[in-house]
């Protein structure tokens, strides 16, 4: 499923990037002068911040999908956890290749099957046993810890693949804003400030959306009046949501309408939908196809019994950038290794798939220790665990990167498949087009 902040490639350098004060520098002495006031008495009342009110403006929609993300995780391309899910793939591109992220698991990602994302809080390298120190952090040590890559019979062929981009500011304007809007039923005309387009109230009272001024043109839409997980004001308890669940067609029925009405045809995606058991909501998502991949840049749309929840995506068209030279299977292969490419696990092996949910429920079955571990005897050798990787195929597709600048390309990359069914992703452009200049 289509995590709505995985589906926002690393959100912290999207912030920095949408940020319009991000290059202004503080006056000598503004620190000091904000210290200052914020510590001097008063007898003035401080405003008090409804935190209900904020909390459902910033989150409402975010956390139900959130904690479906984080039980889907560790699961990937084998379902999302057997008996849990229903739906599948409606395909209308004549079933692309999946997407490819150049995001690791720790920095976010996309969340199409069998892709990690960050919302899990994912574990840091280590081993898989849980004891002493730290050890929520040694679950899983593929992919974020210390690897030795091997590979054989990977082609030595160079060539050229064709690039793309976002067109963000061919989109960036208040008659697609507006339609967009139109079609969510929201009440208003977009406004443009603070570095991004609104319609409609933002306290989280009503239907409202949020484009930022980002790269993709990233778009947010929340209905908190027929959220089912939205708490009623005041209530000590929130009630399970009831309600009927919607079916598949029509959760992608209304994505597609959504498309159409921002301007987009929906031939150019894919789609695909599901739930998880016990839900009252449906998620759909489109996908941009581009030469037969899936892009990491989904449209995801929410659906109750209601009307539409939530909705978010790229709201910027995609434009030819021409060729980019790319590097042979053999070359992407020896990048695991380098590290100015920084190796990004994109989907867990095979085993550790299939033995997600028993995972998950061994951590929750720890016993705490009644004592620390053992001191080190002298000579013990330091531990220094090494993985061992062994790379059987290569798949050259199309992933996003971020420039310095906000920008986004769809850029050539390789995913490199595992012995274990782990899948690798690295940039497939050669060194020549690579700017290596720190920002």
Not at 25 to 43: L, N, Q, S, Y
Request: glycine share 12%; with cysteine.
């Amino acid at each position: 499923m289509n995590d709505d902040r995985e589906h926002e490639i690393d959100p912290v350098q999207r912030l920095r990037s949408a940020d319009p004060a991000a290059k202004v520098e503080p006056r000598a002495g503004f620190a000091d002068d904000v210290v200052a006031r914020a510590t001097a008495e008063t007898t003035a009342e401080a405003p008090v911040t409804d935190l209900g009110a904020e909390r459902a403006r910033r989150r409402s929609r975010w956390l139900p999908v959130a904690a479906v993300a984080a039980s889907l995780v560790v699961v990937g391309a084998v379902g999302y956890g057997a008996g849990t899910t229903t739906g599948g793939a409606t395909n209308v591109a004549d079933g692309a290749a999946p997407p490819i992220s150049l995001q690791t698991g720790a920095e976010g990602g996309t969340t199409e099957q069998g892709t990690m994302q960050a919302d899990a809080a994912l574990p840091e390298p280590g081993n898989t046993k849980m004891s002493g120190q730290g050890a929520a952090d040694l679950m899983y040590p593929w992919g974020f810890g210390r690897n030795h890559f091997t590979a054989s019979g990977l082609s030595t062929t160079e060539g050229t693949a064709a690039g793309y981009s976002f067109d963000a500011r061919g989109a960036s304007n208040a008659d697609v804003v507006g339609a967009l809007g139109a079609a969510l039923g929201v009440e208003g005309t977009p406004e443009l400030k603070d570095g991004s387009w609104t319609v409609g109230p933002q306290d989280g009272t009503s239907p409202s959306l949020w484009v930022s001024l980002d790269g993709t043109l990233s778009f947010s839409y929340s209905n908190p009046t027929i959220n089912p997980w939205q708490c009623a004001d005041g209530a000590e308890t929130c009630e399970a949501p009831t309600g009927d669940l919607p079916s598949e067609a029509a959760a992608t029925d209304a994505l597609r309408s959504l498309l159409v009405s921002a301007g987009r045809d929906p031939a150019a995606f894919e789609f695909t939908s599901e739930t998880y058991e016990g839900a009252v909501t449906r998620m759909a998502q489109a996908w941009p196809v581009v030469d037969g991949q899936r892009i990491d840049q989904a449209w995801t749309l929410e659906l109750s019994g209601d009307g539409v929840v939530g909705a978010y995506g790229a709201l910027a068209g995609i434009v030819a950038l021409g060729d980019y030279p790319v590097v042979s299977e053999q070359q992407a292969f020896e990048r695991l290794s380098d590290p100015r490419f920084g190796a990004s696990m994109t989907n867990l092996p095979i085993a550790l798939r299939e033995q997600g949910v028993a995972a998950t429920s061994d951590i929750s079955e720890w016993v705490a220790p009644t004592e620390p571990p053992a001191a080190p005897t002298a000579g013990s050798a330091v531990a220094w665990p090494v993985n061992d990787v062994e790379i059987v195929d290569a798949r050259l597709g199309l992933a996003s990167q971020w420039q310095p600048d906000g920008g986004v390309l769809v850029v050539p990359a390789y995913e490199l498949t595992d012995a274990e069914g782990g899948t690798w992703s690295i940039i497939a452009v050669a060194d020549e087009q690579l700017d290596f200049a720190s920002e």
